[in-house]
């Protein structure tokens, strides 16, 4: 697609950038919080890190992707941090086949303003075809989820 004038590349841009963000796409497989509970709890992992941010609708909330390693293997989860509200939830995505369709574990719910809720975690895996996302949603916004990884 070529584009002949800024203001034409600007509104192309915004639709994409929308697009990205309420986009989820593929056919997910919702798991509730009681189907990921023998998923082990991330509390104690150890060497834990963030993977990314993903900023989720208000400045200083994000959704992260995190990995750390428990009982000698590596796992994802995600949590919400920042300047979380009551009400604000998080989730994490898992696919076994590169993003085609996942199961969504959550969502855990901010239960009071400032918390940092995190769902279970899901090991890792050498194999390109399992991969994690973290979402969120900030009440009163739209759902955003970060890039697979």
Do not use: H
């Not at 208000?58 to 995190?66: D, I, N, P």
């Not at 990995?67 to 898992?94: C, E, P, S, Y």
């Not at 918390?115 to 050498?126: N, Q």
Request: charged share 15%.
């Amino acid at each position: 697609m070529k584009i002949t004038s800024r203001k034409g590349a600007l509104a192309v841009g915004a639709v994409f950038a929308a697009a990205a963000i309420v986009s989820v796409g593929g056919s997910a497989a919702n798991a509730t919080q009681a189907d990921c509970a023998s998923w082990p709890n991330p509390g104690s992992a150890t060497g834990a890190s963030t993977v990314y941010r993903q900023d989720v609708g208000r400045l200083g909330t994000y959704a992260e992707l995190r990995k750390g390693t428990l009982n000698g293997q590596q796992i994802g989860w995600a949590r919400i941090t920042g300047t979380t509200k009551k009400g604000d939830l998080v989730w994490m995505d898992v696919s076994n086949n590169g993003g085609a369709s996942w199961t969504q574990c959550g969502p855990y719910t901010v239960d009071a303003d400032g918390g940092i809720p995190y769902t279970r975690g899901y090991a890792t895996s050498s194999s390109a075809s399992r991969v994690f996302r973290a979402c969120g949603r900030v009440t009163g916004a739209y759902s955003v989820c970060g890039p697979w990884w």
